[in-house]
């Protein structure tokens, strides 16, 4: 991997915003008062439909307050900052004049029958009509929940699917619990957003990857129970909830409420995740909440004769029998989720079976897994057969009478902390691989795994981009074009003196595979690497780092720098690269040297391998990638690229005295290689946090928190030398 720094370059979207913000950075308050104006010009350049929002909404924060006895200052500002955040982004997505169509026509098709209903519900005495005779129908969120409503169907499936997902669970928690003319705007709102989406925003094009049974099931048992959650939250908080559901923050005391509520959505991410715990936790706090609901509400109200049935208005009786039904509303909630229940099963964890093994080793020798595809066969992975999966929705995708089409691609993986974290590229062919990819994903789906392609190569990126998904730079892949390689130059010095010292000093490089090795040299690698894995604080790393375990193996190439005396100096191994069946180049794994070894044998070894395989007519000599070392800064970079940076920087630091990614990296350079991006693809930017803990468990499973210390302690102790 080269041996670069990654930087950020912020976005400047015009030169007359930098340049007032920059003549005005000497002086606090001047900067402060040049960063305000230029974030208006911005504003105003790019979404003048934004503008417009701040300003009705400031103006509407303003009048409400100077006409209200008691404003909810906060919770105004926080509306209006919400909206004009949503107006910007539907008028990125669809054009100012679109956007502001929609959000026109929308507010006045929202804030009309809204007006009509509760004028009506007035007139025939319906109670919450009456408590909201007062209430102010239109607010800038009435605005935002049409934008957004109808921004959406322009989204990827999923997205879109999630987008709605959580308007539908903010408008009916609102509504049923809040009670207020506003929460009835917003749920006419929904309604014409999305009818005004279906006219005119164009749908996307983004293919579907989910498995959609599953998907939908998930969805739909989520939003049931955010609605219940948030719906609960809001009649406990809002001072003047007077929703049709509003009694239930009536069931518990303050604190109980809160962790009850807390349990709901914790559960609610978990549902969100596929996971069966999030259904344990679900059913069991909704239970809880119909038996108490049912007994406060319902049988000691009963017991006790609280109600009059005969002789009260037909509001008061209205109030009555919503109270007393009340506890209807999470045991449906519990017939929703337990009807999806299925979407919830056990993950697959996988296997590593000697025949799935064998199976992947047959696919290598006939298509392409690119140059860390060897990997997928070493132990701990497992793997995914496309022929093996055939899910009902593609099934039902397929024409009466056709047949689907056929894919014989597969995936090596390790699943850990909910990721499918595969290793590097899929093997198939070129003309499979968009289907491999899209089939792993969807089998994912239905499993409850997020699918994570890491190490990927760029070849693969439109695929990615068809799917929606988030893909960031991890790593450079060193690569050697050996049709043109040569030790002349002066980037390549190292390189000669490298060869010239082994032949003067006697240090020979011998071939060969692990079985093949005499016993002696065998003895001395094994006790090579024994010594190597025990001067570290941190354990041997695995997943894309080979190690002893995986030179056994009649086609991983073996080569050795040894003297005259029989004293091992080095080893490196290499893996197979083929495509279309034809081995065509070979990836550096182990390398490691001796104790006291010739001074540059790695260099000897590495350059000893490229002449052989040049003259063997293959095409590249791949150094691997090297991880937690940065790539190159001038790839486009996104907010989220430049955190994931940030973040791979810092932590190779931290493991830089154990595995000295940077040093290793650095040592790369030294043969002038041509560098390929290697790609971190996942469906979205906040599935990086599971990914995350899913790489740390992949790399270093047997980490434990002592060595982790230890390891700061050894990273704390090189900055302060200055090493």
Known sequence: MSEHTTTSDPATPSS???????????????AGTAAAGAAAARLRRWHPLALLAL????????????????????????????????????????????????????????????????R?????????????????VWSPTVTLVVVVAAASRGLAPARRQGVRAALVAVVLAALLFGGHGGDLARSAALLAGLALGRRLVPLSTRSAWHDETARSARTIAATTLGTVALGWAIAAVGRDAVGVLSPIADLLDPAATIAAIGVLVLAVALLLRGRRLGLVLAVAALLLMTGLLAWYFTVIPLADDWFTWTGVPSGELEWQVALL???????ASIVVLLTRRQAFGRRATGNGASDDRQRVLDQLARSDA?????MGTWA?????????????????????????????????????????LTVSDPVSSETEAAETIRRFARWCSTQALVPAFYSVHERHLGTFAELGWNVTPVAEEAVLDLAGFTTAGKKRQD??????????DGVEAVWGTWASLPDRLRAQVESLSDDWVDAKALPEMGFTLGGLAELDDPDVRVLLAVDGAGRLHGVTSWLPVRRGGVLVGRTLDVMRRGADPMPGVVEFLITTAAQTFRTEGLETLSLSGTPLAPARPDLPTTLVSRGVARLMALTGRVLEPSYGFSSLARFKAKFDPRHETLWLACPSAADLAPISRALAAAYVPGLQARQVVAALGAARGRKETGR
Request: a negative charge.
């Open 380 to 420: 701990g992975n497992s793997h995914w057969f496309a022929a093996d999966e055939a899910t009902a929705d593609e099934e039902a995708a397929v024409p009466s009478g056709a047949h689907r089409a056929s894919c014989d691609g597969s995936v090596a993986y390790r699943a850990a902390h909910g990721v499918a």
């Open 120 to 136: 009506l519900g007035e007139a025939v005495g319906e109670q919450f009509s009456e408590f909201a005779e007062t209430d102010r």
């Open 16 to 30: 007359s915003a930098v340049e007032t913000a920059s003549s005005a950075s000497s002086s606090g308050i001047g």
């Open 325 to 331: 039904l009340v506890w209807l509303v999470p045991a």
């Open 370 to 374: 690119g140059s860390l595809g060897y």
């Open 495 to 504: 390189l000669r003196t490298a060869v010239n010292r082994a032949s003067r």
């Open 55 to 118: 300003l009705a909404g400031a103006s509407w924060v303003v009048v409400r307050g100077l006409s209200d006895g008691h404003p909810h200052w906060a919770g105004s500002v926080v509306g209006v900052a919400l909206t004009v955040a949503g107006v910007a982004w539907a008028e990125e997505r669809l054009g100012t004049r679109r956007a502001a169509a929609i959000a026109v026509l929308g507010s006045v098709l929202a804030v009309v029958p809204a007006v009509f209903l509760l």
